[in-house]
């Protein structure tokens, strides 16, 4: 009969990427006359899981069309993240168009015009601000929608799904006070 028993497991294993981290666990049985034996295992734990993120989505509108920016400030405030293995995983953020900075453009072949200008949106993480340029192809009758998009990674390379918010420009004029004014 085993009178005590104890191990020397610690109360969270480190993990690590592929290969992992190993940790060498010693387990000691006594018996009542004071007799013992032990063995040992180890256990491997490799980090197989990616950060956890959300975000506070919050869509938005601009109107005029007028090529002047709309920027946010403190962008990443939106985002929650975290990992069970890494205690500071990072934050990407960017932002596309389904529209050209310049049109024409080959990526979108037929889109008239939209300003002349380049870099309609981008994401600064110095000052954590994101601008969007109020305007849109004047022929493409939906509109302009640029998608922000928020991803998390962890020291193991590991990404959590990409979370995304859009801003719109509209064609037509919006019915009034729907839409930010730059």
């Known amino acids: ?3 005590t028993f104890t191990d020397s497991a610690p109360p969270l294993f480190e993990s690590a990427c592929a290969p992992g981290e190993t940790t060498q666990v010693i387990f000691t049985g006594i018996d009542e006359c004071g007799n013992s034996n032990f063995d040992t295992s180890t256990v491997t734990v490799v ?8 975000v506070n989505l919050v869509e938005a509108c601009l109107w005029p069309p007028n ?3 709309v920027c946010f400030d403190d962008v990443s405030d939106q985002a929650q993240f975290s990992d069970v293995c890494d205690d500071s995983p990072s934050l990407s953020i960017s932002c596309t168009s389904n ?3 310049n049109a024409p453009c080959i990526e979108h072949p037929g889109q008239s015009g939209d300003g002349n200008t380049v870099n309609d949106c981008f ?3 110095i000052t954590d601000t994101l601008c969007a340029r109020s305007e849109r192809a004047g022929n493409d009758k939906s509109g302009r929608t640029y998608t922000v998009t928020f991803e998390a990674t962890d020291n193991c390379g590991l990404q959590s799904d990409e979370v995304g918010m859009t801003i719109h420009v ?3 004029k ?3 006070n ?4 730059p």
């Open 1 to 3: 009969d085993v009178n």
């Open 47 to 54: 980090d197989s899981t990616p950060p956890e993120l959300t």
């Open 67 to 69: 090529h002047k920016y």
């Open 99 to 101: 529209q050209c900075d």
């Open 123 to 125: 994401y600064d993480p």
């Open 170 to 172: 509209p064609h037509e």
């Open 174 to 176: 919006p019915e009034p």
């Open 178 to 181: 729907t839409c930010l004014k």
